[in-house]
Nanobody, 120 residues
Framework: VQLQASKGGLVQAGGSLRLSCAAS????????MGWYRQAPGKQRDLVAL???????NYKDSVKGRFTIARDNSKNAVYLQMNSLKPEDTAVYYC???????????????WGQGTLVTVSS
């Protein structure tokens, strides 16, 4: 299973950016999908997570600014980031919990990471 994320980029504070990520490979089902981020010198932490059906959960500092969505027909997850702040600068990783077979436990998979830089 591979998770391929779109490129991040450089954006000014107050701007917007949309990340996308698609899973490919041997996939029986996908449970939660989401985004984590890791700022320089800090641990990787959760930004937003969305179950296979239902609404997303968000890190407090991004609530009201970021929106997570998924398209199950495309095995894809998206993160719309609005009103970006310099403190949102980080490497963003997409995440998926994937079951590759009917009698196989699900496993966690990660994308390669994409850098988002927000300038002040």
């Amino acid at each position: 299973v591979q998770l391929q994320a779109s490129k991040g980029g450089l954006v000014q504070a107050g701007g917007s950016l949309r990340l996308s990520c698609a899973a490919s490979g041997t996939i029986f089902s996908i449970g939660s999908m989401g985004w984590y981020r890791q700022a320089p010198g800090k641990q990787r932490d959760l930004v937003a997570l969305i179950p296979s059906s239902g609404i997303g959960n968000y890190k407090d500092s991004v609530k009201g600014r970021f929106t997570i969505a998924r398209d199950n027909s495309k095995n894809a997850v998206y993160l719309q980031m609005n009103s970006l702040k310099p403190e949102d600068t980080a490497v963003y990783y997409c995440y998926a919990k994937v079951q590759i077979g009917i009698r196989v436990l699900d496993s966690e998979y990660w994308g390669q990471g994409t850098l988002v830089t927000v300038s002040s």
